[in-house]
């Protein structure tokens, strides 16, 4: 337990209250964003509803600065996407908000689940605490804590980190991998940080990205769909 508010700590720490940096313009016009109780839904239009995917936001980050990538990914990867939106922004404050969004869309048969920084670590707990809910698990810039390993279990998981994140220890991201399944696929994007697997600008202690917002994100798109669809 004592690791557990440990990691908690740390991502609070790296965290600052971040609001949304994009114009609606960059959206893909082949996908449907709505408002919907407690988040948003990211939907591509005329899509079946077979597959979903549930995102935790980053501590202290509006949800709504995760919906480009979501946008990208729900168009490319072919998938229904649901941002959870948190108490204050913090799900360490509501870590069974997943259960509302799979009630109410139970018609949804295949479901992932992950998030971004504090965001993943409280996904990767529900995950725990649920476990044969979900086909996969998505985490960005994040990782399980070691008191609930899911290394037993059949879960795809996909790991993405960026090669200039200024916030994620390198050491205990590469330690937790012993708490991930084995056949976990793990992905460092060349020049990504932390900050931007959002649109939410600059976060303090953040390295500077070599890349752009926009490759970071396609990037990103690109390892979720073929984690998907394989």
């Known amino acids: 337990?004592?690791?557990?508010?440990?990691?908690?700590?740390?991502?609070?720490i790296i965290s600052c209250s971040s609001t949304p940096k994009f114009s609606n313009d960059q959206l893909s016009k082949e996908v449907t964003v709505t408002q919907i109780k407690g988040g948003y839904s990211i939907v591509p239009n005329c899509y079946n509803m077979e597959k979903g995917f549930i995102f935790y936001p980053g501590g202290?980050?509006?949800?709504?600065?995760?919906?480009?990538?979501?946008?990208?990914?729900?168009?490319?990867?072919n998938i229904a996407i649901f941002i959870k939106k948190m108490p204050?922004?913090?799900?360490?404050?509501n870590p069974n908000g997943a259960k509302n969004i799979l009630e109410d869309y139970n018609y949804i048969k295949t479901w992932y689940i992950g998030g971004h920084s504090l965001g993943g670590v409280?996904?990767?707990s529900y995950v725990y605490e649920n476990q044969g809910t979900f086909k996969g698990l998505i985490l960005f810039a994040s990782y399980p804590v070691e008191k609930k390993s899911l290394k037993d279990t059949n879960l795809k998981v996909l790991s993405i980190l960026g090669s200039n994140?200024?916030?994620?220890?390198?050491n205990d991201f590469n330690n937790s991998k012993n708490n991930l399944p084995k056949g976990s696929i793990f992905k460092i994007i060349p020049?990504?940080?932390?900050?931007?697997?959002?649109s939410y600008g600059k976060q303090?202690?953040?390295?500077?990205?070599?890349?752009s917002e926009k490759e970071q994100h396609n990037i990103v798109t690109s390892y979720f769909s073929s984690f998907i669809n394989n």
């Open 1 to 12: 337990m004592r690791q557990f508010f440990a990691i908690i700590s740390f991502f609070l």
């Open 165 to 170: 994140d200024g916030l994620v220890d390198i």
């Open 191 to 198: 020049g990504g940080n932390h900050a931007q697997f959002g």
């Open 122 to 124: 409280m996904a990767a």
């Open 88 to 93: 204050f922004d913090l799900a360490v404050l």
């Open 60 to 77: 202290l980050v509006n949800p709504e600065s995760y919906i480009p990538l979501m946008t990208d990914i729900a168009k490319n990867a």
């Open 204 to 211: 303090k202690g953040d390295l500077d990205a070599t890349i």
